[in-house]
């Protein structure tokens, strides 16, 4: 998955915003939903479908660790004023910086060209037709909003298209589900030797734990910095810390709490339905949607299917906007989603050309499943170190200032440093076995 940051204004009563939620929910909400994109749904449609309510834990083991990550990557950008890329580009070698910008780039194309695909398919699924035409209107469509619908607005369309994942509540709702037996999953987990079981943790994993996640909110509360003309980085205005701080883990924590949430409802649908008809083998978000209708009904397949195209819409943006300003920071280029497209030339363009280009893997020879496996990998690869590099930058005074992190939210940042690192590791084993 795949845009613009929250499309409220600080005014008098969001100063309180810790007491408004809805003035607080805008970055980490719109990167906790993006999460759940059609690739992320096939995901978890597999895990479903193949070991039942067994894995479901996963998700709840993940929360904790996804939510400091992300939250450190939101503090990084209100503090400095800058993006990952810029704060890397500025204090550490770029060697290290551009082999992660482009295996960012390559993953998040490949997930845009399995995003596009899959909504296409979706689409298809109900109305019928040619689903590649529908691929190649759905870029356009992504492209054309986000480079000339005004920053506020597109903001807007954003929120309200996390409205999207309410659908998966709705198939959970039509399908039965024994939640004695989702509860037995989701508390006690559940451990098998078997490779393919523990590739399923790792994919889990890696799905809602993404580096793509990393950039794109700090990159807007960078833009959010910008925006707002009361808000300036905390490094310059340390009065507002306390209360940004605040707003962020809120945001933060709602958001990766919805994604695991859906997460959770896609997983419990799939096992309820088709683990229990013996309908184990899933490759895609469309392919788990059409196996739904003949076992749970039209009603549940019309829902689960929408829900694909409504996330694809979201997603789509967020990989490629947060493959552009990792370029752009890199690099030094003018970005950012508010400035005007003749203003921020290369940054518009990587965003039309990432879309496009992953709209054309669909066209290609290439199996956009083997695609997509390989997009994982690299992203699992990219995560470690960019994980190793935030939770430097974050102990460091002279980018963080008086906020550098520390106390419980750094031993979980480290926690999630080394799940993920062990999460590749395992991967890796797996692959040579």
Not at 17 to 31: D, R
Not at 188 to 200: C, G, L, N, S, V
Request: proline share 4%; with cysteine.
């Amino acid at each position: 998955m795949s845009a613009k940051a929250t499309g409220t204004s600080e005014s008098k009563s969001d100063r309180a915003t810790p007491k408004k939620l809805a003035g607080v929910l805008g970055p980490g909400l719109i990167t906790g939903a993006s999460d759940d994109d059609p690739s992320g749904i096939a995901t978890y449609s597999q895990a479903g479908a193949q070991f039942g309510f067994s894995v479901s834990w996963t998700l709840l083991f993940a929360y904790p660790l996804m939510s400091a990550i992300q939250e450190i990557s939101g503090r990084i950008g209100r503090t400095t004023g800058k993006g990952i890329a810029a704060n890397v580009r500025g204090h550490y070698s770029g060697w290290v910086l551009q082999p992660i910008v482009l295996l960012l780039l390559i993953a998040n194309t490949v997930n845009i060209g399995a995003d596009l695909g899959a909504m296409g398919e979706a689409l298809g699924l109900l109305i019928g037709g040619p689903h590649l035409v529908y691929v190649i209107i759905f870029s356009v469509f992504c492209v054309v909003l986000e480079i000339y619908v005004p920053y506020k607005s597109y903001a807007s369309v954003l929120r309200w298209l996390t409205l999207a994942l309410f659908s998966y509540f709705g198939t959970a709702v039509a399908v039965h589900v024994p939640w004695g037996e989702f509860a037995r999953g989701l508390f006690i987990p559940t451990f098998k030797r078997d490779a393919e079981f523990w590739t399923m943790v790792v994919a889990v994993l890696g799905t809602t734990i993404s580096p793509y996640l990393f950039f794109w909110q700090a990159s807007q509360e960078v833009e959010d910095n910008r925006r707002i003309a009361e808000r300036k980085p905390l490094v310059r205005a340390p009065e507002q810390g306390e209360r940004e701080l605040e707003r962020i883990r809120i945001d933060t924590y709602i958001g990766m709490a919805f994604s695991n949430v859906v997460a959770l409802a896609i997983l419990a649908t799939t096992a309820a339905t088709l683990h229990a008809a013996g309908v184990t083998n899933i490759e895609s978000s469309t392919q788990a949607a059409a196996a739904l209708k003949p076992v749970a009904g039209r009603f549940a397949f019309a829902v689960f299917t929408l829900g694909i195209v409504g996330t694809g819409l979201l997603a789509v943006p967020v990989l490629a906007g947060s493959g552009a300003y990792a370029l752009a920071e890199a690099h030094g280029w003018p970005q950012g989603l508010a400035q005007k497209p003749r203003k921020a030339v290369a940054f518009y363009a990587t965003i039309a050309v990432a879309t496009l280009v992953g709209a054309l893997i669909n066209f290609s020879p290439i199996n956009p499943i083997k695609a997509l496996y390989w997009s994982a990998v690299i992203n699992g690869v990219v995560a470690v170190p960019v994980m190793v590099i935030m939770m430097v930058m974050t102990a460091n005074k002279k980018i963080m200032g008086k906020f550098v992190v520390t106390g419980m939210l750094r031993v979980v940042g480290w926690v999630a440093t080394a799940v993920m690192a062990a999460a590749v590791v395992g991967m890796v084993v797996t692959m040579i076995g």
